[in-house]
């Protein structure tokens, strides 16, 4: 597509626009999307309202954007991350009914864990993940099954940068987490005893596609002390629930 006086694509340009948008900043004035793009204001103005005119994007009675019902639409129809999400819907759902604390799903997404689907109960505790957020492959249970099982220059890429700190426990030396990925592989699961929040304890279990490839994780967030055996014995449950129906047979 034609570059811009800048050089960057229209493609580039409107990934930019519509990646302005987060699981936490749902609605924006045309003005704070162009700043957060780097664009002009003019080239902003124009941007959003074809996106509005598409109903990529959508305007409200305050002539704030969010983003628009067809975005999701045509998302909805192509997604293989939406139909794994429908698939685990139902094993999910049993999980989070006998466990009755935070369920998620999870895919590798651009070297980071992409949340697809959480369920919570009223009582349950602390967790700031959200659907469609993400979170770092080494600070999170869902993060270092996706890392411990992905491909190698995966693992190399992510221990070769900065291991940003969550809190104190999040591991932050790539020796350490090297060790922390081997004992995944070893025990088939991963448990980050308050790695994102000091009161929490995610657990987590590899999801099999098919072919064998591990495609997702599916975790729960306990309270810090809570023991974890009686989670674990429901994510394995769910994940061989979710395996069956995905064609795996190992």
Same mark, same amino acid.
């Given at each position: 597509?034609? @570059?811009?006086?800048?050089? &960057? ?11 302005? +948008? ?9 003005? %704070?999307?162009? #700043? *957060?793009?780097?664009?002009?204001? !003019?080239?902003? /103005?124009?941007?959003?309202? $074809? ?12 002539? #704030?954007? =969010? ?5 999701? %639409? ?25 466990? #009755? ?16 689907? =959480? ?7 602390? @967790? ?9 492959? /080494?600070?999170? !249970? ?6 411990? +099982? ?6 190399? *890429? ?10 104190? $426990? ?18 088939? /699961?991963?448990?980050? *005893? ?14 099999? &596609? %098919? ?21 674990? =014995? ?13 064609? +795996? =047979?190992?």
């Amino acid at each position: 597509m034609a @570059n811009s006086p800048s050089g &960057d694509s229209v493609t580039d340009r409107l990934v930019r626009v519509l990646e302005t +948008f987060t699981p936490t900043r749902t609605v924006q004035t045309a003005a %704070e999307i162009g #700043r *957060r793009a780097g664009l002009p204001g !003019s080239s902003a /103005h124009r941007i959003v309202g $074809e996106l509005v005119d598409a109903g990529l994007l959508e305007r409200d009675d305050d002539r #704030r954007i =969010r983003i628009g019902v067809r975005l999701w %639409e045509l998302a909805t129809r192509s997604s293989q991350a939406l139909r794994l999400r429908q698939v685990a819907m139902p094993a999910m759902e049993r999980v989070q009914a006998r466990v #009755r604390e935070h369920t998620q799903l999870a895919i590798l997404e651009q070297d980071e864990a992409l949340f697809l689907e =959480r369920l919570s109960a009223p009582d349950s505790g602390a @967790n700031i993940t959200r659907i469609a957020g993400r979170l770092p492959l /080494h600070a999170s !249970s869902s993060g270092l099954v996706l890392l411990a +099982f992905g491909e190698r220059e995966l693992q190399e *890429r992510v221990l070769a940068e900065p291991l940003i700190a969550l809190t104190r $426990e999040t591991i932050t030396d790539p020796a350490v987490l090297r060790r922390k990925l081997a004992e995944v592989r070893t025990l088939g /699961h991963a448990v980050a *005893r308050g790695f994102i929040e000091t009161v929490s304890t995610g657990v987590a279990v590899p999801v099999r &596609d %098919e072919a064998g490839r591990v495609t997702a994780a599916l975790s729960v967030v306990l309270p810090r002390d809570a023991p974890t055996e009686p989670a674990l =014995r429901d994510l394995h449950a769910g994940k061989r629930d979710i395996e069956q129906a995905l064609g +795996f =047979r190992g």
